[in-house]
């Protein structure tokens, strides 16, 4: 069975300084890695996904398959990033999502 | 376009009693899928629908609960009967079905079991 593993429930960063959300899954088949987010009050949203290589809000996140991980990376918080961040997989070709557990930021202005 | 409506938003019942929860998904959107999210957890998938099939219900415990799409398009969850853990957000997502296609999620219900 798939599993993401995000091993920081909590991470509290100053505003400008750089944030990195880890996540490690599990290898199963062809993964296909995913970031979603949570801002407060609205509902969960998916970020960037791997097979993308895109930028979002700021935000990138590369696979890394010899240590399975897709950190997410951002070189310079900004107050609104402050959020509930999830680290999801899904094997290629299959819809269904497996969820991390989630990382609640917490940008220090 | 309108997002996935979920209703209600709010629900608290007693051990034991039933409750039932429904989702109405973006227009066209062809798959649904039902999560349950317990406090400090990721969301869990329950079932995922194709249309009016079941593709996946592997971690529905069917002893009480179950979902039924009618037609394609509106679902709903039922819980019949309660137990305290089953106290959690209840998550509607829906997707045109597409590899690698994004999910779109609704509010949530939340359920609190006393």
């Given at each position: 069975a798939q599993r993401v593993t995000q091993p920081e429930k909590l991470l509290s960063v100053f505003k400008g300084a750089p944030v990195e959300l880890k996540c490690n899954y599990s290898y199963s088949g062809s993964p296909e890695l995913f970031w979603y987010v949570q801002y407060s009050r609205q509902r969960l949203q998916l970020l960037?996904?791997?097979?993308?290589?895109e930028s979002i809000k700021g935000f990138t996140a590369d696979l890394n398959k010899g240590e399975t991980s897709f950190h997410l990376k951002k070189p310079f918080a900004q107050e609104e990033d402050s959020a509930m961040y999830y680290c999801v997989s899904s094997n290629f070709g299959n819809e269904k999502l497996t969820f991390g557990t989630g990382t609640r930021l917490t940008i220090i202005p | 376009e309108a997002g996935v409506a979920q209703s209600p938003r709010y629900k608290i019942i007693e051990k034991r009693q039933s409750v039932a929860f429904w989702c109405n998904p973006i227009s066209g959107h062809a798959t649904l899928y039902w999560y349950q999210q317990i406090l400090g957890q990721g969301p869990k998938l329950l079932i995922q629908f194709q249309n009016n099939g079941?593709?996946?219900?592997?971690?529905?415990?069917?002893d009480r609960f179950s979902a039924e799409r009618l037609k394609g398009v509106d679902s709903t969850l039922k819980i019949q009967?309660?137990?305290?853990?089953?106290?959690a957000v209840y998550l509607c997502a829906s997707s045109?079905?597409?590899?690698s296609n994004e999910q779109y999620f609704g509010p949530g219900t939340r359920l609190t079991v006393t």
């Open positions: 960037l996904r791997h097979i993308s290589r | 079941v593709v996946d219900d592997s971690q529905l415990p069917k009967p309660a137990k305290l853990e089953d106290s045109n079905g597409q590899l």
